[in-house]
């Protein structure tokens, strides 16, 4: 009996040997032991970089967005901290959208391609128009064009949400809204051109002794119809 207890004191846990070889095991590894190299590992996952926690990839100049920010930074100028961040926000969200815009540009020419390197005989002699519908039929087989929709969408409603959120803080303190910020209001729709119809022109009145004409014909008519009335004959009177 006392041999049982002795052996089940002196044996060790599972969890007592795991704890004892973890420090070994850790010292062993091959990951990276560096900054930078722990930021490049933790981006092997990344697929494309719009929902990414780094604002700056690094494809993108980040003299590019800071010169964004400061831009946003001027022309809305937050006074408050809640302010600040909501501009922040706005400038994270178009930042964004002009990723968006990078990569659907990127998918097409990547569909051209393709396009040109599977068929070069067939898609050649295609102008650039027609070729780059083709490229729009094939992405629309897949969700690659459905997905950048979307994410535009979002980053669109995020930006807008926080400009109003902004401007109505703004408001409250008595500040008026930028310039820049109103959306332009659209321009009225050329009207097509219409043939008016025009009154005749009455001609101009006769110069000189002509403008008595009218009068003196006149005048004469009507001394010739009393010199014809007066040499009519009388009637005779009654037997």
Partial sequence: ??????????????????AETSPENGAKSKGPKTDAGKKKSAANSLKHGLYSRDIVLATEKQSEYDALQREFLDSF?????????????????????????RHEQGLLNL??????????????????????????????????????????????????????????????????????????????????????PTSPKAPPPPAGWRRWFPILATFVLSLRLFTTVREYPKPSGRP
């Fill in 1 to 18: 009996m006392e041999n049982v207890i002795e052996e089940t004191t002196t044996t060790a846990r599972p969890h007592d040997r795991r």
């Fill in 77 to 101: 100028a937050p006074a408050t901290l809640e302010e600040h961040e909501l501009v922040i926000d706005m400038v994270h969200a178009r930042w964004r959208m002009r990723r968006v815009e």
């Fill in 111 to 196: 569909e051209m391609s393709r396009a040109l390197r599977d068929a070069p005989s067939e898609f050649e002699a295609m102008d650039a128009v027609t070729l780059e519908a083709l490229a729009i039929q094939r992405l629309s087989a897949t969700p690659a064009l459905e997905n950048i929709n979307r994410m535009a969408q979002r980053f669109e409603r995020t930006y807008f949400r926080c400009r109003e959120a902004l401007l109505k803080l703004q408001r409250q303190r008595g500040i008026a809204a930028p310039e820049h910020s109103a959306e332009p209001e659209p321009e009225p729709a050329p009207q097509p051109m219409r043939d008016e």
